[in-house]
């Protein structure tokens, strides 16, 4: 079978309604499955103001907003009949899901139903999510459903080799081929670093800015990232904190650390300039699957501290392009952003190698290695 011969149906719980990391990397994806001659149909809830222009012909699946905190994401009630219509008309001969929720259970069992292979790949950490809102005994339950979830698909397509190693100790038997992540080198550069941007925000040329990106929600580990602050205010470590990003935790963050210069969203070359211009970027977060914006910081050369946690393991050369850090060790974090910004050399010196580093990671190979676990799947079907 050639890529050619493929039609793919991407089920995704947000393609391009809201902005984040995940449905950033299926729109990159599927830009280059077109591109190599694949058929492709995406199915996923949409809004009338989306974040952004979908890449492929988005079918919109109905869907209610969630309760509370995260009502810009919405859940999908499933395959109503006029969703099916359309499936059928484009007859896939492969399902690709990309979140373990009601429209990717639905998928599958229409797949398995049509004697459909089907591959699904791995994006957020939902499991660590319940702890930020209360709720932290939910998190064997939600381990016992991604399990079932992803033992039920021919093949997982994991980001990161922990991932893939957490996946094995929940259980999951089915086979685990790494999808790694890329960066845009022209965006993320050391040549975007702005002294003047910085000092439009009240930032000295010599003060060391350690900076935060992300969307600004619980599960980014905010409350760390204060305490880690508040640690090196006690200490008398000289820095700047900046955060880049918004979201529905911004007035909570901006209570807790309001020394902190809030730059808002940016996007295009806009973020570029703002990751280069960061000194230290500080990542606590324990609920990436990869860390893309961890990889942008080294593209862009600054050094990272970021949490023993699979965003980081695997991406961060600990003591070389960055240092890793247990994710509750508030004085760990504190001694390694403290060495960063206290030692000029030993800063310039990660930057360099995660910048270095960092090329290596390529988009248009690494979204190749999706097509070519389709193109085995379908092989090993046959």
């Known amino acids: 079978m050639q890529a050619t011969d493929l039609r793919v149906a991407l089920f995704s719980g947000n393609y391009n309604y809201t902005r984040d990391g995940a449905n950033q990397t299926l729109n990159l994806l599927v830009g280059h499955l077109l591109g190599r001659g694949v058929k492709v149909r995406i199915y996923s809830p949409t809004s009338r103001r989306p974040a952004f222009p ?12 969630l309760p509370g ?38 998928a599958v069992t229409y797949a398995r139903k049509k004697g459909l292979p089907v591959v699904a790949s791995y994006h957020t950490r939902f499991e660590t999510y319940p ?90 580990g905010l409350d760390v990232f204060a305490q880690a602050m508040h640690a090196l205010d006690q200490r008398g470590v000289r820095h700047r904190t900046l955060v880049i990003g918004e979201g529905p935790a911004r007035d909570w963050f901006a209570q807790e650390i309001p020394d902190a210069v809030f730059a808002g969203f940016q996007s295009g070359d806009d973020l570029g300039r703002a990751v280069a211009s960061m000194d230290v970027f500080f990542n606590p977060s324990v609920t990436e699957t990869f860390g893309n914006v ?36 508030i004085p760990g974090y504190a001694d390694a952003i403290a060495r960063y910004c206290e030692d000029d050399a030993l800063r310039l010196a990660a930057g360099q190698a995660g910048h270095a580093k960092a090329a290596g990671y390529r988009w248009e190979t690494i979204n190749q290695a999706v097509l070519d676990v389709y193109l085995k799947v379908m092989a090993r079907r046959e």
């Open 54 to 65: 979908p890449v492929g012909d988005l079918v919109s699946v109905p869907a209610f907003k």
């Open 69 to 106: 905190e995260r009502a810009e994401y919405k859940l999908a009630r499933g395959l109503p009949a006029s969703v099916r219509r359309d499936l059928e008309a484009f007859a896939p001969n492969l399902i690709h899901v990309s979140a373990p929720e009601i429209l990717g259970h639905r």
């Open 131 to 220: 702890q930020y809102y209360g709720l932290g005994f939910l998190e064997p339950l939600i381990i016992t459903l991604q399990k079932r979830f992803y033992n039920r698909v021919d093949e997982v397509l994991a980001p990161s080799q922990m991932m893939g190693e957490i996946l094995r100790e929940w259980g999951v038997t089915t086979p685990i081929s790494r999808w790694s992540r890329g960066v845009n080198h022209q965006r993320f550069n050391p040549d975007r670093r702005s002294l003047e941007w910085r000092r439009s925000l009240g930032i000295a040329d010599d003060e060391v800015a350690v900076g935060f990106l992300g969307r600004l929600v619980k599960e980014k």
């Open 294 to 329: 961890t990889l942008e910081a080294m593209a862009a050369g600054v050094p990272v501290v970021a949490a023993r946690a699979s965003g980081a393991v695997g991406l961060i050369d600990d003591g070389v392009t960055g240092l890793i850090v247990e994710p509750t060790d």
